[in-house]
Every structure is written in C-alpha cells, then in structure tokens.
C-alpha cells in the first residue's frame, strides 16, 4: 500500500540553525501538506501546496519557513533559523483531491531545537 | 475556529463505551476522523461529507449533523487497541484546504 514517508525521523538541532524536513508525498497525490504538533498538544496547520505554489499558510507559518517541491517527489519543509519553540512533531500529508478527501499522514520527524 | 472536542478525557473497561463529540461555530465541508498513538502519526478513521450522514466499520461508527457543525465518534465494546487520542480534523467553509483539528480526546481503554 502506498505511504507518504519522512526524513529524518529525528532531528536535533542548534538554535539558529537552519533545517530542511523531507517528505515524499504518494506518487498520485497532487495537495501537499504540513502540520506540526507539539508535545502533548493538537494538530496544527502549517502550510498547503498544490501546482508549485503555496495555496494556504497559517499564522504560524512566518517568514522563518518555507516549502518547495525541488524534483517532482520530494516536498520539503525548511526552517532557517530555528528557534527554541519550534521544536515539534512535523507531520508531512497528502491527498489526491482538495477538499473532501482523506489526508494520509506521514510517520512524521521529531525536531528538537537546543 | 478551532472546533471542540468533549470529553477531554475518557477511561473505559474493555467491553463499555464511549462517545468523542466534536463542535464546530462554523459550518464545515467535511469532519475526518483521526486515532494517534503515542509517537506516531494520525491514522485515518473515516470521513463524514453530508449532513445526517452516519457512517462507520466494525464497531467504530460516526455521525454528521445535519446543520453541518457538530459530529460525534462512537466506539462500541472498546477493545485494549482502541486506546489513544482521538482527534477531529475539520474542513471549515468557506477555506476548506487544510484541517483544523480539535483538542483531542485521549481514550484509555483497560482489561
């Protein structure tokens, strides 16, 4: 059964330092998500992507962030200068359709800042 | 916007169960319905699309109300694997790409 996978699984991490959190989407899938949650905490939004462009970012997802599709599978999510409060579970999803339609999560990557 | 779950919390003796609502102030496209495990990702449970819809497979089922806002998972004779933290995620008219998910219920089942 196909999946949507992450790496790394586990990344630590010095304040200030920039990070990329990778995630390849299933192969049909055309919506690109990421969520973060927080330790003992919800879900949240962070930002969705469909045809190489951002279609909606939460107010979490300030200039420190960024997403790009660099090769047609990958889906990345870069953090340029960590900070303390963003150490969270990153979850990478996917889905075929936009709406209406189930999200498949990734096992997600554990971001520890220092 | 953030829809609200209810109960926080529920604990459970295998065989008994349990209702997880799930409120919203907005009218929503559609709720999914989430289980998370401790340190591991979200597993879909199922989705709900049309006001009045019930749905559901084993003895996991879900309903819809009709005005679109509130939802309700229900787990019937909970068995040890059921134990986790049940989320809703919500796609709110009229900006329906992303989920909104709820606060949560952590479920325990025990023998």
């Known amino acids: 059964e196909p999946e949507v996978t992450q790496t790394p699984s586990h990344q630590v991490t010095q304040m200030g330092q920039e990070v990329i959190l990778r995630c390849v989407p299933i192969?049909?899938?055309?919506?690109f998500y990421w969520y973060r949650q927080i330790l003992g905490q919800k879900v949240e939004f962070l930002v969705s992507f469909y045809n190489n462009e951002i279609s909606e970012k939460s107010e979490i997802f300030d200039d420190q962030f960024s997403v790009e599709r660099p090769d047609g599978s990958n889906f990345t999510l870069k953090i340029r200068s960590t900070k303390l409060e963003d150490s969270a579970m990153y979850f990478c999803a996917s889905t075929y359709g936009n709406f209406n339609n189930e999200q498949f999560f990734g096992p997600g990557t554990r971001l520890t800042v220092l | 916007q953030q829809p609200v779950q209810s109960p926080q919390a529920v604990i459970l003796r295998e065989g008994e169960d349990a209702v997880i609502n799930c409120s919203s102030s907005?009218?929503?496209?559609?709720v999914h319905w989430y289980r998370q495990k401790h340190g591991e990702a979200p597993v879909f449970l199922m989705i709900?699309?049309?006001?009045?819809e019930q749905k559901g497979h084993d003895k996991i089922s879900a309903s819809f109300n009709e005005k679109k806002q509130q939802s309700s998972l229900y787990l019937t004779a909970s068995q040890l694997s059921y134990s986790g933290t049940y989320f809703c995620g919500t796609e709110i008219i009229p900006n329906p790409d992303k989920l909104i998910f709820g606060t949560g219920t952590r479920l325990q089942v025990f023998p």
């Open positions: 192969s049909n899938h055309l919506y």
């Open positions: 709900l699309l049309k006001g009045g």
């Open positions: 907005k009218a929503l496209y559609s």
